[in-house]
């Protein structure tokens, strides 16, 4: 479902991911970059150099915005129905990759899709990562015990109805062929690509408008990011939602 998101929040998430983005590419960015020029800058490294310097260790919200966006986070409890809700800490060999992190940095990120670039994964539930990662370092930590888990996507700029979220709606509650893979980058999740197929057209983004909202969805839910095929940058963000009953 589509929620309100406050939009002093997504502000400063923008703010953040703008900042970096100048300092990742070496181009000079405005505090009030707009879309056009967000994309020059982000067109100019390598692919190779981009995926080095824009790794999710990278673009994970300092603890001044992380801890604003977990009280709005906390104020949700209710409404999904339990007593309590957070955020989860970010994993260990996070906090290794990017040293500025704590160890109680909360695992709240933006994204960003270039134009006509291989940026995004394949089809998947998150649950996935969260099994594939159990007992590694890459094992995310929480503050508390919890009993499901749900997740947040959120238009920053550059989205659209062609390049943001999609999901295939009721997946969460169907039998579907998961895999694991292993890629360049570790182990990944996957789903069985004849199942996908069958199902190809079932995708649809749940969005009608792109500015102070977001995607409420459970981390069963099998979702993807599509191909930017526009001819500017995505930038979105996202978190997961841990819920006690």
Not at 118 to 126: M, R, S, Y
Not at 136 to 153: C, G, H, M, N, V
Not at 194 to 202: G, H, Q, S, T
Not at 205 to 215: N, Q
Request: charged share 25%.
């Amino acid at each position: 479902m589509i929620i309100p998101f406050p939009a002093e929040l997504s502000g400063l998430m923008l703010e953040q991911a703008r900042d970096y983005i100048g300092q990742a590419t070496g181009v000079p960015v405005a505090k009030d970059a707009g879309v056009e020029e967000l994309t020059k800058a982000a067109l100019k490294p390598s692919d190779d150099a981009f995926v080095q310097k824009f790794k999710k260790p990278m673009r994970i919200l300092p603890d001044r915005i992380g801890s604003q966006v977990l009280k709005w986070v906390e104020g949700l409890a209710a409404f999904l129905g339990g007593k309590r809700a957070g955020v989860n800490y970010i994993s260990e060999a996070e906090q290794k990759e990017n040293p500025t992190l704590n160890t109680t940095s909360y695992d709240i990120f933006w994204r960003c899709v270039r134009p006509g670039k291989p940026d995004v994964g394949q089809p998947h539930a998150d649950f996935q990562f969260w099994e594939i990662n159990r007992g590694t370092p890459l094992d995310p930590k929480s503050a508390f015990e919890y009993d499901e888990r749900w997740k947040i996507w959120l238009p920053l700029i550059g989205c659209d109805n062609t390049n943001s979220l999609e999901v295939l709606p009721g997946s969460h509650m169907e039998e579907v062929p998961m895999l694991s893979i292993e890629t360049k980058y570790g182990t990944k999740p996957s789903i069985k690509a004849e199942w996908l197929a069958a199902n190809e057209k079932r995708f649809v983004c749940p969005l009608t408008k792109f500015s102070d909202c977001a995607v409420l969805f459970h981390d069963k839910l099998i979702h993807r990011g599509p191909a930017n095929q526009t001819s500017h940058l995505r930038v979105s963000g996202e978190l997961t939602i841990l819920l006690k009953l």
